[in-house]
């Protein structure tokens, strides 16, 4: 005659099975959808800040002629300057359209402090302008040097490029990729 197992044995090694079961169900079917939604949302914000921050620069380059590398400028500026509420709250006459060129964020409105910072890893978005330095030199008739005259030219293209690398927005070295997405 052979002796069985107690029946609490056989209660906890199902209760383990029931456990071990729920767990591998979280990590292989849960835990990924979540991951992939929470992937996707940020891809999805990270782009529409960066092409808020594109409007901005063309708005700064209208008003001032050249493009700005400080955010903090930038975020002052569509915050205070008189000129961008004409814009964000001006309609066109032919389509009656609001002329507003910044997009709504993912949660329903625009928030220009959210320009600073990526939603992944919370780290500032990479803002660059050219600078070239140009070199003239001032000589009198006789063909004597007088002087070389050296002066900065700053911003007349941009570079913004997000560092958990959901995309870049223009070209320091190319003018046709001036205010192009590498998403679109």
């Given at each position: 005659?052979?002796?069985?197992d ?7 090694l199902y209760?383990?099975?029931?456990i071990l079961a729920?767990?591998l169900?979280?990590?292989a ?11 996707k ?8 800040r960066?092409k808020n ?5 063309i708005?700064?380059e209208?008003?001032?002629g ?19 509420q004409?814009?964000r709250?001006?309609?066109d006459s032919l ?7 910044f ?14 910072r990526?939603?992944?890893?919370w780290?500032?978005y990479?803002?660059q ?5 140009q ?9 004597k ?30 003018d ?9």
């Amino acid at each position: 005659m052979t002796k069985s197992d107690p029946w609490y044995t056989h209660a906890i090694l199902y209760t383990v099975i029931v456990i071990l079961a729920a767990l591998l169900i979280k990590v292989a079917i849960i835990d990924p959808k979540e991951e992939v939604a929470q992937e996707k949302y940020n891809k999805a914000e990270s782009r529409l800040r960066m092409k808020n921050i594109k409007e901005a620069q063309i708005l700064w380059e209208k008003k001032f002629g050249r493009f700005t590398a400080n955010l903090d400028s930038l975020v002052n500026f569509i915050k205070n300057d008189k000129m961008v509420q004409q814009v964000r709250t001006g309609y066109d006459s032919l389509s009656r359209r609001p002329t507003d060129p910044f997009v709504e964020l993912t949660h329903g409105e625009f928030t220009p402090d959210s320009l600073f910072r990526t939603p992944k890893s919370w780290r500032f978005y990479t803002l660059q302008i050219d600078t070239s330095e140009q070199v003239d030199t001032v000589v009198n008739r006789q063909g004597k040097l007088l002087r070389v005259d050296k002066y900065t030219v700053i911003g007349k293209r941009y570079f913004i490029e997000d560092p958990d690398g959901y995309g870049t927005v223009g070209s320091l070295a190319d003018d046709a990729l001036k205010n192009t997405s590498s998403w679109e």
